[in-house]
DNA sequence: CTACTTTGCACAAACGTTTGTGTAATAACA
DNA sequence: TGTTATTACACAAACGTTTGTGCAAAGTAG
């Protein structure tokens, strides 16, 4: 297939050979072209295609009419440099690994290009120094507005200030800041915890065993509450016995179920707050040849993938990814659309959906129900 | 915590009010400052900052030091703007789901950052259309290069050529135009089949069926004729009955395994040319009482996460996703390096790697090995 | 017919860089 | 001492937009 032809090459720009001799390199039509050819000023020529209210109505038909002909393609960056702000949207996230993240980008880039937004992505790979490092790059990019998921050992956020500073909206999603006033859409985990144990407490189970992430982290002291709540409303004692903390990884969710399995008082259920700890322990619960759920059955948190494909499926919380990634635009859009407000920042919070599948369904229940 | 005070702000640019009367806005701090500052011209500092030979030590001392108290950021898009490029990489992929393109715009980034440039991913959500306006799109944005995985029914490659015409670096990844000379980057698929097909074979396998995807996809035709290859090298005449093809869905690969498995003359092995379609195969195999490995073996492509979560794990050819990213980043930066060359495209074929687990490790061979 | 508003457009100055050219001063060489 | 390199910097013109201001012509009200 030979090289496309650019027969207008020819009639544009004759003062001069072009700047490169570079004969594959095709100059980009700028407005001054446009202006040039209809015999009106740069000005009319940008006040058309922006439909400005001070152009008539045959000029600015005109203008885009050549317009069109000429495949103008308007150079965001001279608009850019002009207005102090671009079309790009900042986003900044610890990693693009497993499931959340990705999903989370997907959304933020559904929503942005439909805004007219593009989006750029950078990770912090769990550092605060590659942190700080992406939100300058951000801002030297001249975002309009940046998307933050910090990063797990962020402690001092002082280089967000400088994007507040400069009147850039900034919204956290899901790992956001603990002690700031700042604007977020994060996942209700409460709720989600509370779904999750109250589902397995209707399915009969009545000692039901936690497997908790990290205190110190908002989300996981969430889902445990989450669970806390649950057991309450159903009028059920807290055994801190059944309360096992690791770091969510599957090997110490294995280690967890084997340490459960082994209390005199047998459980009947699991609720982790991550799926990989509730996948350990459905191997090492299986292993032991404990029937799921029949015996015991088991939820996690995030439902990933693989969820649906263990034997038996993994019961799991849903995080809406995609609608937080929605969210997070949306909010940003109305950040932009109103005045900067130093105070009043907005949360948002979404809902969680319970996915119940097979390892959580008790066969009594299956029965009563016939 | 208050805001963030700004002391220097009092000094700088002392003539007239700041055009915003908005206190929360920070001003950034430009060339021109500095030069004022100083007492030396912008031309100087530019030059001071970009390391220009013609600027002496002891004058590129005091910007830099200058630069580093003032905090100066460069404005990008103003260099950008003036030199007819920017430090942004467009990446367009079909979607961020699944395991692959995550992986491999992660790979991007990271090679891209290091490179000292930022990624900015579109979705093309394998439609063409949307294909051709995100390319627009990276274009306006003024892109340094694009890195492309076409859409599934993408026939018509000519919004490519504005890219070309433009001077901008093109690569393709691991979906490449199937006609055009193009710069590419994509994994050695008729390695993988053969690398999956020789180590059943090697395990003692003499009947192996093969799911086959897509025949107009290039990816799914190499896979097999690694596969036949390896048939070949061992001798082995071809039964076409045992290749069956499909879209590689779970289902699909689940209904193959169905009829693989009413043959009179039994199979003894599986390598599907996706993950999903193995997975299939896998829950009807099992389903039926058929021991896997012990009378089938199974092996699939992609090494998706859950190949290592089922039971008895899959086997499994790695597509060496964040290498592809870095590969294609790389093959971006040499045609960044090198003047553009219109013919002599370069292509990048990466090896994959058989991951070998449970579903492949026949028994026999292991009593053999003892 | 005058005064005032609206409409339609042009002028020119920004935005913050980069870079070709000019030009002193100093150094090197004959 | 005169000629040529070299060093170190300044001037000013770009890059392609946006936008405040100015200024006619046309319309409207008195």
């Known amino acids: 297939m030979p090289a496309t032809f650019y ?6 720009t004759s003062m001069g050979p072009t700047k490169k001799q570079d004969s594959t390199t095709a100059p980009a039509v ?3 072209d446009l202006a040039r050819e209809l015999g009106v000023s740069m000005t009319t020529v940008s006040r058309a295609l922006s439909d400005h209210h001070s152009i008539g ?3 600015k038909q005109r203008v885009l009419k050549l317009a069109k ?15 102090g702000q671009s079309r790009l949207l900042g986003v900044v996230v610890p990693y693009i690994e497993g499931k959340f993240f990705p999903s989370v980008i997907q959304g933020i880039e559904q929503a942005a290009s439909k805004a007219g937004f593009s989006v750029i992505v950078c990770q912090s790979h769990e550092d605060v120094l590659l942190e700080r490092r992406n939100v300058e790059t951000l801002l030297n990019a001249q975002v309009a507005g940046v998307l933050v998921s910090v990063a797990r050992n962020t402690q001092d956020f002082h280089h967000f200030d400088k994007v507040r500073s400069r009147g850039i909206p900034l919204v956290f999603f899901d790992r956001i800041p603990p002690t700031e ?23 009969g189970c009545r000692r039901i065993a936690h497997l ?13 509450q989450g669970y806390l709540d649950a057991l309450a409303a159903f009028g059920i004692p807290v055994d ?7 770091d969510m990884s599957q090997e110490e969710g294995a280690a967890a179920a084997r340490k459960l399995l082994m209390l005199p008082n047998p459980i009947d259920a699991i609720f982790a707050a991550g799926d990989s700890a509730i996948l350990g ?9 404990i029937r799921v759920p029949h015996d015991v059955a088991l939820a996690g948190f995030s439902n990933e993938g693989f969820t649906a494909i263990t034997e038996p499926q993994l019961t799991s919380v849903d995080q809406r990814c995609d609608e937080m990634g929605h969210a997070a635009v949306r909010l940003f859009l109305e950040l932009t659309a109103t005045p900067a407000t130093p105070f009043a920042q907005r949360q948002v919070v979404l809902q969680p959906e319970l996915f119940v599948r097979e390892s959580s369904l008790q066969l009594a229940t299956l029965q009563q129900s016939i």
Not at 240 to 246: K, W
């Open 69 to 83: 002909k000429l495949n103008y393609q308007p150079n965001h960056l001279a608009a850019a440099l002009r207005k």
């Open 281 to 289: 322990a459905l191997q090492v619960v299986k292993g032991q040849g």
């Open 240 to 246: 801190e016995e059944l309360i096992i903390y690791s």
């Open 7 to 12: 027969p207008w090459l020819a009639n544009s």
């Open 57 to 59: 109505a045959v000029t």
């Open 181 to 203: 006033q700042v604007n977020s859409v994060v996942l209700n985990d409460q709720e989600g915890g509370l779904q999750a144990t109250r589902h397995l407490l209707e399915q």
């Open 30 to 32: 700028s407005m001054a």
């Open 212 to 224: 908790a992430g990290p205190q110190h982290l908002n989300i996981y002291k969430h889902r445990k």
